[in-house]
């Protein structure tokens, strides 16, 4: 096997998480390079690592053009990042959000179209964009996919998906967190995405959002917190919950179906163990036997999905999750700013591109103040 070179784009703290996973698929994939807007932060992770490092990612594209680019730089630069790699040859992986913004995610999937792509993630030779949204890939998520498609548990009724999390005003005083420009968003946009997105990957596409955000504590730009309820186009209903201010953390799904209630409880990854099945009355054995008898043995970290991505690059096929499938879960989360915003029920017609809310997730600026509760207005003025 001929392993797919690999860089890296960014030094921070996910970087390390994706070079420790790239290691142990080392037979798999050789990482030659990493860049930084901070030449010195690049070198020192270029010698941490053994690699070598760019001063700028232009320098490094003119030297060599890798097979696949890591893309792990803060949110802002997603998209432009992604898009000069595509038009240099590369494949990229990003890290969650893929974008700022619908507009910015159709401007990628455009770029991918132009260079091989293809509007709908087919294309022969690529270069390819795929989206890290790592929660896909664990066994038990493919196991319950596999279980909904051949209709063993019924109709979806009724989901619960709480992210939960706390972070301290420290974190958020770090300058690109939790304005707009350069995060996209709070934890409805940076931290709640990955359940999010395990939550449209497993009941399809949402037909209506109604919400509030709140910027209940802490002093930024962004929501600290978000609620929302979503209708899906299979007539599911869901909860959302997304909050940064949760002294216990949890990240907690749960799916309710004619014949069983599956459920989900960890925090930044899962394992088999995490899981837990209920079967209806009457239900158990069939059930049971089905869901003892999927996929099992992989958690859902970095790793899993890197190995599908590197898999797809070596069979000439668009790797997981390209740009159309990421669009759904962008989707959802520029629903449920539009629908706080806006103070009513929105659908997905409604965020079209002569929306404010496809351009940015606050919708320009339309109803900031609506964010403040009464004792932090203006707190992040």
């Keep these: 096997m001929t392993?797919?070179?690999?860089?890296?784009?960014?030094?921070?703290?996910?970087?390390?998480?994706?070079?420790?996973?790239?290691?142990?698929?080392?037979?798999?994939?050789?990482?030659?390079?990493?860049?930084?807007?901070?030449?010195?932060?690049?070198?020192?992770?270029?010698?941490?690592?053994?690699?070598?490092?760019?001063?700028?990612?232009a320098g490094l594209l003119a030297e060599h053009t890798p097979d696949l680019m890591h893309i792990c730089t803060p949110p802002g630069s997603h998209a432009s990042v992604a898009i000069d790699c595509l038009r240099a040859g590369s494949s990229v992986l990003v890290e969650k959000p893929p974008a700022l913004s619908l507009e910015e995610m159709h401007a990628i999937a455009a770029a991918a179209a132009r260079t091989g792509?293809?509007?709908?993630?087919?294309?022969?030779?690529?270069?390819?964009?795929?989206?890290?949204?790592?929660?896909?890939?664990?066994?038990?998520?493919?196991?319950?996919?596999r279980l909904i498609h051949d209709g063993v548990l019924g109709r979806p009724l009724l989901a619960v998906c709480s992210t939960t999390w706390f972070r301290d005003q420290h974190y958020f005083d770090e300058p690109w967190r939790g304005r707009w420009e350069t995060e996209g968003g709070g934890p409805t946009m940076g931290h709640?995405?990955?359940?999010?997105?395990?939550?449209?990957?497993?009941?399809?596409?949402?037909?209506?959002?109604?919400?509030?955000v709140r910027r209940q504590a802490r002093r930024m730009e962004t929501e600290d917190l978000s609620l929302a309820h979503v209708t899906f186009a299979s007539g599911a209903v869901a909860s959302v919950i997304n909050s940064v201010l949760s002294p216990r953390e949890e990240s907690y799904l749960r799916?309710?179906?004619?014949?069983?209630?599956?459920?989900?409880?960890?925090?930044?990854?899962?394992?088999d163990d995490d899981w837990r099945l209920t079967p209806a009355p009457g239900c158990a054995d069939d059930v049971t036997a089905a869901?003892?008898?999927g996929l099992h043995g992989i958690s859902s970290g970095h790793r899993a999905q890197f190995a599908e991505v590197l898999r797809a690059l070596r069979e000439h096929t668009p790797p997981p999750v390209t740009a159309d499938s990421a669009l759904g879960t962008m989707s959802m989360v520029a629903g449920i700013y539009a629908a706080a915003f806006r103070g009513r029920p929105v659908r997905p017609a409604d965020l079209g591109p002569s929306s404010p809310f496809y351009q940015r997730m606050d919708g320009n600026g339309a109803g900031l103040t609506t964010l403040c509760s009464p004792n932090v207005a203006g707190a992040a003025r």
């Design 3 to 57: 392993p797919t070179t690999v860089a890296i784009v960014g030094t921070g703290s996910i970087a390390r998480v994706h070079m420790e996973a790239l290691q142990t698929l080392s037979d798999q994939a050789l990482v030659s390079a990493v860049t930084d807007i901070d030449a010195a932060k690049a070198a020192e992770f270029g010698a941490r690592y053994g690699i070598r490092s760019h001063p700028t990612l």
């Design 117 to 145: 792509q293809g509007s709908t993630g087919q294309g022969s030779d690529g270069p390819w964009f795929a989206s890290v949204f790592q929660h896909r890939f664990g066994s038990g998520a493919q196991r319950l996919k």
């Design 192 to 212: 709640g995405i990955h359940q999010m997105d395990l939550l449209a990957y497993l009941l399809g596409d949402w037909a209506e959002i109604s919400a509030i």
């Design 255 to 271: 799916f309710d179906f004619e014949k069983a209630t599956v459920e989900l409880t960890h925090l930044y990854g899962y394992r």
């Design 291 to 293: 869901w003892n008898a």
